[in-house]
């Protein structure tokens, strides 16, 4: 505590506030070390720190049940009550659940999240911005983001970094295809039913996707989804609607 408790101090004489970078938390020792190590900078700093929970191996757990160090809700849950610290939650993707963990630590008191596009990062990746605007948008509404961006940054993604898997939740060129046939007679009847979309959770417009491909030819296809892919190729072969 005393060799981290350093350059905290340092960076608070030189007027920064600190972000303290609890690395590995999920894995830690919460009541003998993090909360009176948390308690100790609070008290340096009076109260100016601020301090980052890091899943640093993706081991935690968006289960309200499960307990701490992996269970992210009952986590900052606990770290909150004991220090009224302002936290943030830094989530990897190892086990497949940053965005469910960073969700989690959000709802139950976390401050910040720390996205990357597409999850860029260590190993798995961290926790996908893009998945984490989609998710503010359903937790508490629009405030007017404009997500058609979101397919332009996917394609500099591909271009300047690494590709970006075409199933990727949000930003994938393939997200909206389908080739089960219930699902294709739904995407054609969609259009016509008083309740909106019914077998996609949004239009592709919304994230730039404006030439989505809905319909792909296998052997789950059905005759609403064929109907519509040789419709698709008489109108590009002779420009008038199939």
């Not at 986590?75 to 989690?104: C, M, P, Q, R």
């Amino acid at each position: 505590i005393e060799n981290y408790l350093a350059p905290i101090m340092t960076a608070v004489e030189h007027g920064i506030r600190p972000r303290v970078h609890l690395e590995d938390a999920t894995k830690a020792d919460i009541h003998g070390w993090v909360i009176p190590f948390i308690e100790r900078v609070m008290k340096e700093t009076k109260g100016l720190a601020c301090f980052r929970i890091c899943d640093t191996m993706g081991w935690g757990l968006p289960d309200p049940h499960a307990e701490p160090p992996s269970g992210i809700p009952k986590l900052v849950s606990l770290l909150f009550e004991k220090t009224s610290a302002e936290l943030e939650f830094h989530g990897h993707n190892d086990f497949g659940l940053a965005t469910a963990n960073s969700i989690s630590a959000w709802v139950y008191g976390c401050n910040r999240v720390n996205t990357s596009f597409a999850g860029l990062g260590e190993r798995t990746g961290n926790t996908p911005l893009e998945q984490m605007v989609a998710a503010m948008v359903r937790l508490y509404g629009d405030p007017g983001f404009d997500l058609t961006c979101l397919a332009e940054i996917a394609d500099l993604m591909e271009a300047e970094v690494y590709p970006v898997a075409s199933k990727a939740p949000v930003i994938g060129r393939r997200i909206f295809t389908t080739q089960a046939g219930l699902h294709q007679t739904g995407v054609q009847k969609q259009g016509d039913a008083p309740g909106g979309l019914i077998y996609l959770p949004y239009s592709p417009s919304l994230v730039g996707r404006e030439e989505a491909e809905l319909h792909l030819v296998g052997s789950l296809s059905g005759m609403d989804g064929l109907v519509a892919v040789l419709n698709q190729a008489i109108a590009e072969a002779t420009g008038k609607p199939g």
